[in-house]
């Protein structure tokens, strides 16, 4: 079946910088547009970053210029490269993985915690 797994959360300080993987198995990943989404205690869900195979991306206004993110079709891996990291980028980050809009799939999510 289709699984999505993220790994990279963990703490930083304030400037410091992480990156997030998400590895997909189960779907075609080149044929995927692959996301990341956030959702911060008490907030809505919101989309940070994605992707489509041929690389074009897109960027939530709040992170435009820090984050980054990437694919590599070969190893059905995305990735959100994240620097200067800001106490409101604290949030539990999920991958996602959609085809068209017949096919939507989500990791369970890895917690980044920015914090002094």
């Known amino acids: 079946q289709v699984q999505l797994v993220e790994s990279g959360g963990g703490l930083v300080q304030p400037g410091g910088s992480l990156r997030l993987s998400c590895v997909a198995s189960?779907?075609?990943?080149?044929?995927?547009?692959m996301g990341w989404y956030r959702q911060a205690p008490g907030k809505e869900r919101e989309l940070v970053a994605s992707?489509?195979?041929?690389?074009?991306?897109n960027y939530a206004d709040s992170v435009r210029g820090r984050f980054t993110i990437s694919r590599d079709n070969v190893v059905n891996t995305v990735y959100l490269q994240m620097n200067s990291l800001k106490p409101e980028d604290t949030a539990v980050y999920y991958c996602?993985?959609?085809?068209?809009?017949?096919?939507?799939?989500w990791g369970k999510g890895t917690l980044v915690t920015v914090s002094s």
């Open positions: 189960g779907i075609i990943f080149s044929a995927y547009a």
């Open positions: 992707i489509i195979s041929v690389g074009s991306t």
């Open positions: 996602n993985g959609r085809l068209g809009a017949g096919r939507n799939y």
